[in-house]
């Protein structure tokens, strides 16, 4: 996902702006890391430049 983005992106379950944390990147793009919501204390990770924002419970369906 571009960086930009995650001043689009919202908590899935509060609303809440969430904060990038990047452990990969390539140019502007967010190879993997994680959306954290500091409101739910919840970690949305980001995989293979995707953010997976499904709530946790989705997650393995
Ligand atoms: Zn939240």
Same mark, same amino acid.
């Given at each position: 996902?571009r960086?930009? *983005?995650v001043?689009? !992106? $919202?908590? &899935?379950?509060?609303? =809440? &702006? *969430? @904060? !990038? =944390?990047?452990?990969?990147e390539?140019? @502007?793009?967010v190879v +993997?890391?994680? *959306?954290?919501?500091?409101?739910? +204390?919840?970690?949305? &990770?980001? @995989?293979d430049?995707? %953010?997976? !924002? !499904? &709530? %946790?419970?989705?997650?393995d $369906?």
């Amino acid at each position: 996902m571009r960086k930009d *983005l995650v001043d689009i !992106l $919202a908590c &899935p379950m509060c609303k =809440t &702006p *969430l @904060e !990038l =944390t990047v452990e990969e990147e390539s140019g @502007e793009e967010v190879v +993997s890391g994680h *959306l954290s919501c500091k409101k739910c +204390s919840e970690r949305y &990770p980001i @995989e293979d430049r995707i %953010p997976n !924002l !499904l &709530p %946790p419970e989705m997650r393995d $369906a």
